[in-house]
DNA sequence: AATCAATTAGAGAACGTTCTCACATATGAG
DNA sequence: CTCATATGTGAGAACGTTCTCTAATTGATT
């Protein structure tokens, strides 16, 4: 009953008396074989407790059915989301999950790409670090690995990706708070650095309305963007001393920010974070200064924690689809893998805002 | 500059005029070459774009460098923190993370230490969905593969071990409620269904002060019965009606309950979740029905959320070293796959019990 | 009766590494 | 000078599968 040790094919083949190729055949499934021979094999495969070995098969087959993801970091809801997206059409389609961090560095990133591609991946689902350099991912469409990004672009990398349109997203969001009367509006976002001009000629730029290559910029950036577009839209001024830049993807680097923000003269009556973590930093902060929501200030926020829904007040928020992102990205994946050849796919998903009791007219 | 496609350790040595059993030496790291011989070899190597192929070598060495785990739920929080402590270790030791998810079904747990075995991990990392039989489990162990449990036991299961010390830690934090003076507490446990007498026998038992093998229950019964303890030692009566089974692992069972257990005559002026999912379903149904923390109810909870820390008010809860357990875990399996032969261990952790404002005193 | 296609089975190569062995060449001790 | 020991190299086996070939058998179709 107990299976001592492994056994081979090879085991099988002479326990069943056959030929390494027939059982080869029907343990494989592959080739013809006759129904008493089968039987022959399966009876000796059940015997010795046989199980496939999968590395010889990939070597040979050179296919591991395995694909490798490098998120963030898994303890991030958002990633914990997508990857469960993306672990269940894997399941589905047999295929396991290699799992690296990259805590949005590009070495680590680098060196995670490196594991999963010397362990012969069938494809490749990254959250790139630096949208604008990557030569890692470069060499690997260049090898032929299929490759789906997801959250951010990189430039010059024509390969599918899946990313919710922040832009549109965050004008909604703004929006929404300058329909309900408010006319100073901080943002709180991580807006790390990018390799333009920085924060002060971004936003010049932004508010004169000159075009911005939007499709390579960070999320937080894109956020920004459509913070911007929504007061041109309506008519607002932007007061570049009520958009606060973190600095860092820490909740900590957001509750930080808070008392920076709320000391402006003409301080805020409605505020916007652009994802999870800045918004658990800045309910840490408003926690700290005793604020209250919404008497005190309005909060909108971006991705919809799990907190959101039985904080009092409830929290006003745009809702990504992260769960989805991760299915849509793993199903990209698998098309190329089976060697589909369309040009590269962006699929830009919506986001949706969800009313709650965050946000009070002014 | 670009590799144009895979070039294999053959490849090099024909480019560097060796063989590939020298070829093999330089660029695996073992055994003897010359100093100008490895220095065509690394060059060739470079310029080819040589990256080894994980498949071949872990055929031949037997090993692959990578552990799989079995987790509940990615997305679940405690789980997420656990991979990420897994992770942690893995990556600092160059080893690969092959996870999958079970949701706690016995039956896709099979399926994934089928999939993990085929792929033959190093070892393997598991929360087992079932406590009692397990025979995938001993297979593995009966086959020599490296196996560490988080979370919970399996009967007759002796292999390395984390857990947090649930029973200690439960009745803690229900002392903690009684010394605030609460005498009728509620408890939200998930407590799905074990193979022995139903919740009023156990409870009978315990409040008997019977002996229960406590080892081998899931995380839920431990709870319940450091509740019942706490009550034992505090010389306070168990009401049954306050022990409420959600009788499922999700926020919507735990939320259902809660109605249930405030309609009691007499009902509680306190309440112990025991554990995130729980918690939050309950602050649902608490926010549901209008009820004030801690005015109406006194809340202590199991597992430091994010949320916990700025809800308004703070809530008290008992918090696992989640990350901790990932990683002692990922150690203990580490050093069992380097040959290291101790008797099975079980590491109880310790929990903490961290003070905010949802418990008031009666 | 001859031909063809479909089925069945085995021998042995192949996948890309590491390992074992045999054989050189140095180096140093006695 | 001789022996042992360390260093360096290559040929070829091995890991456990799948793949390619060849060949034999069957059954149906001309």
Request: neutral net charge; aromatic residues 4%; contains cysteine.
């Amino acid at each position: 009953m107990a299976p001592k040790s492994k056994a081979t094919i090879t085991d099988v083949a002479r326990a069943a008396g056959v030929s390494t190729a027939t059982a080869g055949r029907v343990l494989g499934g592959y080739g013809y074989t006759s129904d008493d021979k089968k039987e022959q094999v399966l009876k000796a495969a059940q015997k010795l407790g046989y199980r496939p070995n999968a590395l010889a098969r990939s070597l040979i087959t050179g296919k591991t059915r395995t694909i490798g993801v490098v998120a963030g970091d898994i303890q991030n809801p958002f990633y914990a989301s997508v990857l469960r997206g993306i672990s269940n059409v894997a399941e589905a389609n047999g295929f396991g999950l290699l799992i690296t961090n990259s805590d949005e560095s590009q070495s680590k990133e680098v060196h995670s790409v490196e594991l999963l591609a010397q362990k012969q991946v069938d494809g490749l689902i990254v959250t790139p670090s630096d949208t604008r350099k990557a030569r890692h991912l470069h060499n690997l469409r260049g090898m032929g690995v299929p490759l789906v990004l997801i959250d951010r672009a990189v430039a010059g990398l024509m390969v599918d990706r899946v990313a919710t349109d922040n832009i549109a997203a965050a004008e909604q969001a703004v929006r929404y708070l300058i329909a309900a009367g408010h006319r100073r509006i901080g943002i709180v976002a991580e807006l790390v650095d990018q390799e333009n001009d920085g924060l002060d000629g971004f936003l010049a730029r932004a508010v004169a309305g000159d075009p911005i290559e939007s499709e390579t910029l960070y999320p937080s950036w894109q956020r920004l963007l459509g913070y911007v577009r929504a007061h041109r839209i309506e008519g607002l001024p932007v007061d570049p001393r009520l958009t606060i830049r973190a600095g860092g993807y820490s909740a900590s680097a957001a509750q930080a920010a808070l008392p920076r923000l709320m000391k402006v003269p003409g301080p805020p009556t409605a505020l916007f974070t652009t994802d999870g973590t800045m918004s658990e930093g800045a309910m840490r902060g408003l926690s700290e200064l005793k604020l209250s929501i919404p008497q005190d200030l309005s909060i909108i926020c971006f991705d919809d924690l799990d907190w959101m829904s039985f904080h009092r007040p409830g929290i006003t928020t745009i809702a990504q689809p992260r769960l989805a992102m991760g299915e849509a990205a793993a199903r990209m994946l698998l098309e190329r893998i089976h060697g589909e050849d369309y040009p590269p796919r962006t699929v830009l998903m919506p986001a949706e805002l969800i009313e709650r009791g965050s946000v009070a007219p002014l």
